[in-house]
């Protein structure tokens, strides 16, 4: 069985600040991890995503995550956070036989000017 | 850039009225998912399809609820008789033979 935790459901942070995160995983097989972001009233657009090789790995908008197996983590960082990226971010978990995505419940991230 | 699309982007409907949501997924890919979104809640895993059969559906997925490919390029998902509960934002996602999704921009489905 896969389940992601999220710590933290609202998250702030000033504009040009550090943006971190924290994703928490449990999976039986080994992971594939993604976070995806979600803009008011919009879809689910993949930022990055870990399958094997490389454990830190670059997305789009200048988000990276590093996937770190002895803590079972997989958290998203951005050294200097934007407007913009004001938006729900979701982790999520599938495994390499049973591909369904689990996702966790979504940190919402405030940016204050 | 090739981009899965949904229809309609909202739909209103009356309690134990039957729904039809349509997917368009992307063209060569071969697997197709259906998630869903109650508000203010987390995406939640529907079903998954591939070679014209379910491979996996969730204990959401109930006797209610059918997924079809009906040609080549579309994908449905039917809710037979919709109970107020079943409004969500409903997800259409594809993929190829790698493991990312992508997803569609939703339905949002209010069972009034």
């Not at chain 2, 059918?66 to 040609?71: A, C, K, N």
């Not at chain 2, 039917?78 to 190829?96: G, N, Q, V």
Request: charged share 20%; with cysteine.
């Amino acid at each position: 069985a896969q389940s992601v935790t999220q710590l933290g459901s609202h998250v702030s942070v000033s504009e040009g600040a550090l943006v971190l995160l924290r994703c928490n995983y449990s999976s039986s097989v080994p992971p594939y991890l993604f976070w995806y972001v979600q803009y008011p009233n919009q879809g689910l657009q993949l930022l990055l995503k870990y399958t094997t090789g490389a454990t830190l790995v670059k997305g789009i908008n200048g988000f990276e995550a590093e996937f770190k197996k002895s803590e079972t983590s997989f958290h998203l960082t951005k050294p200097s956070a934007h407007m913009s990226d004001a938006a729900e971010y979701f982790c999520a978990v599938s495994g390499q036989v049973n591909d369904k995505i689990i996702f966790g419940k979504g940190t919402r991230l405030h940016i204050l000017p | 850039e090739p981009e899965v699309t949904q229809t309609p982007s909202h739909q209103v409907t009356q309690m134990g009225q039957e729904v039809i949501l349509r997917c368009v997924p992307i063209s060569n890919h071969l697997y197709f998912y259906w998630y869903r979104q109650i508000l203010g809640q987390k995406v939640e895993f529907l079903v998954s399809f591939y070679n014209n059969e379910i491979s996996e559906k969730s204990e959401i997925f109930d006797d209610q609820f059918s997924v079809e490919r009906p040609d080549g390029s579309n994908f449905t998902l039917k809710i037979r008789s919709t109970k107020l509960e079943d409004s969500a934002m409903y997800f259409c996602a594809s993929r190829s033979s790698g493991y990312e999704q992508y997803f569609g921009p939703g339905t949002r489905l209010t069972v009034t």
